[in-house]
Structures are given as structure tokens and as C-alpha cells.
């Protein structure tokens, strides 16, 4: 089955640096491939997603990136801000799956 | 719209004790999830139900049971509670298996 790693498990950057996450996935048939932030004690909720007829795809300080020869994607969030601190989730699934698959997510922190 | 809602939103329960969590969407959406998120790690697909009528297993279906009560309604069942099924239980839905949305999360303890 699907099979999706994320890298890093924890990531800490400097307030106004950017970061990057990175995803791979298994299945080549996978074609939605979204991203979810989790803050302390909250809900996971989508903040960006991309599918697999687009490469990238920019909102205000984010940005999702995919290559689907290598498999991969990553996430990109430019002029880091203390709001940025969370768990970042991403994840894939095919248009004939009922589900998605969610990779091990990042804990990202913004030092200030 | 309220979106996805569960109760309760926080449950102790003695081993060996059953309970019920409660789901519900009021978006229409077709598919309705079961995860479990335990300190510091990932979400775990329990079950899921990719339309009304039909259930699935996930990755960790094992001492819970689910039932579609219709369209809206998904409940989780622990029939007897254990202290490893201690977590944070959240529910979710989709239209069509992709993007998910998230109801606020129960938080479980099993003493």
C-alpha cells in the first residue's frame, strides 16, 4: 500500500528564516497530495494542497512544491513567524482510495 | 455550519469500562474517519467509511467498532477500555477521500 515519510521529524529555524519540508511517497498513483498544521491541544486543518497536474502552488508565505518523477514534495514557508510553530502534516491519496495517508509529521519551531 | 463535532470532549474511564464517541458532519460529505493521536506522534486510521452503509478497517482497528448511523452520524465504540487506547481521538470527513476536515478531538484517559 501507499506508503508516505516525512522529513524532518523536528525542525527549528531563526523568526524571518524560511523552512522546508519534505515528503515522499510510494504509490505513483497517488495524485492529491495535501498539507496540514496541528497546533498544541488544536485540530489538524489544511493549509495548502496540490495535485499531481500542478507543480507548484503558492499562498501569501507558503508554498508547496511536487516532482512526481522523483516522488516527492515539500512544503516551503518563506519570512517565518512565531505563529508558524506547530506540527506540520502531509499526506497522499489517489482518486480511486477512500483515504489518505499521512506521513509521521514535523514539529517546527520559531526561535525569536 | 459547525463542521465536524464530537462528544465528549473529555472522557476518564476505568479498564475494562465501554464507551461511545460521537461524530457528526453537517457538510454533506460522503467519507468519515476514525484516528487516534497519541503524545507527540502521528494520526492512526482506525476505521473509516468511504459512504453510507459501508465501514473499513484502518490501521489500528483492533478493541473498537464502528457503525454508520447515516450519512451524518459515524460513532466509535470501545467496548472494553484499555489503558493503551488512552489518546486523543479525532474524527473527520471528506467528499470524496481527499481533503479531510477535522472535528476538534476527543480526549481520552483509561485508568
Known amino acids: 500500500g501507499e506508503n508516505v515519510e516525512q522529513h524532518p521529524s523536528t525542525l527549528s529555524v531563526q523568526e524571518g528564516d524560511s523552512a522546508v519540508i519534505k515528503c515522499t511517497y510510494s504509490d505513483s498513483a497517488s495524485n492529491y497530495f495535501p498539507w496540514y498544521k496541528q497546533e498544541l491541544g488544536k485540530r489538524p486543518q489544511l493549509i495548502i494542497d496540490?495535485?499531481?497536474?500542478?507543480g507548484e502552488k503558492k499562498d501569501q508565505r507558503i508554498a508547496v512544491t511536487l516532482n512526481k518523477t522523483a516522488k516527492h514534495f515539500s512544503l516551503h514557508i518563506t519570512e517565518t513567524q512565531p505563529e508558524d510553530s506547530a506540527v506540520y502534516f502531509c499526506?497522499?491519496?489517489?482518486?480511486?482510495?477512500?483515504?489518505?495517508?499521512f506521513g509521521s509529521g514535523t514539529r517546527l519551531s520559531i526561535r525569536p | 455550519n459547525a463542521g465536524v463535532t464530537q462528544t465528549p470532549k473529555f472522557q476518564v474511564l476505568k479498564t475494562g469500562q465501554s464507551m461511545t464517541l460521537q461524530c457528526a458532519q453537517d457538510m454533506n460529505h460522503n467519507s468519515m474517519y476514525w484516528y487516534r493521536q497519541d503524545p507527540g506522534m502521528g494520526l492512526r486510521l482506525i476505521y473509516y467509511?468511504?459512504?453510507?452503509?459501508?465501514?473499513d478497517k484502518g490501521e489500528v482497528p483492533n478493541g473498537y467498532n464502528v457503525s454508520r448511523l447515516n450519512k451524518r452520524e459515524f460513532s466509535l465504540r470501545l467496548e472494553s477500555a484499555a489503558p493503551s487506547q488512552t489518546s486523543v481521538y479525532f474524527c473527520a470527513s471528506s467528499l470524496s477521500g481527499d481533503t479531510q476536515y477535522f472535528g476538534p478531538g476527543t480526549r481520552l484517559t483509561v485508568l
Open positions: 496540490i495535485r499531481s497536474n500542478v
Open positions: 467509511s468511504a459512504s453510507e452503509g459501508t465501514t
Open positions: 499526506a497522499a491519496s489517489k482518486s480511486s482510495a477512500s483515504k489518505i495517508i
